[in-house]
């Protein structure tokens, strides 16, 4: 799954456009959300259609995920530049949470350039259940 | 699916949140692509992994698509104001193509406000196929 621990490993697949496979212990999920660096108080996380906004929530929401570890693979990549100089990528994968089935997922995120840092400024997640809902 | 003939429905779906089943003909499509009133010439269009950028690479993809009839229905759609006073949805759904069998699909796209005007700047278009690659 493309965690916001990730945002750093993001940005590189932005420019060197390959797939990962990557297992992330919690704690370095957990540590990482702590750490915010990636968002700022505009940002907006929608996780299975529920909203999200500004670095307080999305922290909350993230380390309260339930999981203790996850793998993920990507398997498909997309990426614009967009009018006002951001990035948009659109990402579609298999995740497995600790003992839980194989699932597919999509993701969809900007991310920003501010003070010369990427910050997410918008992240979009949803199983791929919803396909067939 | 998610078509260019549909950004007016899309901004409406943007405002009530509700879903909608259509069937669109190709005439309707072709004539929708060739007004391209919702494109500017930044706009950029991935469809399937294939890069498109500006109007007129635009209208001549989504004019050879090969498809006569296709309906939509969609299953599950995000929308998230961005920083930039854009904004950002994420929709998935189910369509089926002529005879073709249903697939399952994602599109985000980014809607911006220009002159009193919603154009589409960014569209990434994927079968839900790759989450299964």
Partial sequence: MILWADYDSRRASVVDGRSRVDTL?????????????F?????????EGQQFQGKRAIVEKLSS??????????TAQDHQPTPDCC????????LKADDDPIMGFHQSFILKNIN???VCTNDMFRLALHNFG
């Fill in 25 to 37: 212990d919690c704690n370095r999920y957990t540590r990482a959300a702590e750490r915010c660096w």
């Fill in 39 to 47: 968002t700022i108080d505009a940002s907006c996380l929608t996780w």
């Fill in 65 to 74: 995920l339930p999981f203790t570890k996850i793998a993920h693979s990507i």
């Fill in 87 to 94: 990035i948009l990528s659109m990402v579609v994968g298999q």
């Fill in 116 to 118: 010369d840092a990427w």
